[in-house]
């Protein structure tokens, strides 16, 4: 099982990346697809969810209306585009997958992407 995030940077206040997450070793279409993401010294957090039965999302409400998540089971990649960004959505974001539906908690989880680093800072 692999799940491998990239498309972090660094980027300006105000600006936009678009993170991906290559899964493979399992079946992608099957599973709940989410990101979180860990800042230093806190704890790691939601962000965003899609659900793997009907593609139902779910956010944070720190970033409701500036992120998105999609994704595209041909290629068994998830997405998490970001606009409007923060400094305080600097962090490390993950990619994580659940065989259940979307859940906030990072134990419900199964698998982990090692993580790709977004820094946001003029």
């Known amino acids: 099982v692999q799940l491998q995030a990239s498309g972090g940077g660094l980027v300006q206040p105000g600006g936009s990346l678009r993170l991906s997450c290559a899964a493979s070793g399992f079946t992608f279409s099957r599973y709940s697809m989410a990101w979180f993401r860990q800042a230093p010294e806190k704890e790691r957090e939601f962000v965003a969810g899609i659900r793997w039965n009907d ?43 659940s065989r259940g539906f979307v859940n ?19």
């Open 104 to 122: 906030s908690s990072p134990s419900y989880y199964d698998y982990w992407g090692q993580g790709t680093q977004v820094t946001v800072s003029s």
């Open 55 to 97: 593609g139902n999302t779910y956010y944070a409400d720190s970033v409701k209306g500036r992120f998105r998540i999609f994704r595209d089971v041909a290629q068994n990649t998830v997405y998490l585009e970001m606009n409007n960004l923060k400094p305080e959505d600097a962090a490390v974001y993950y990619c994580a997958a």
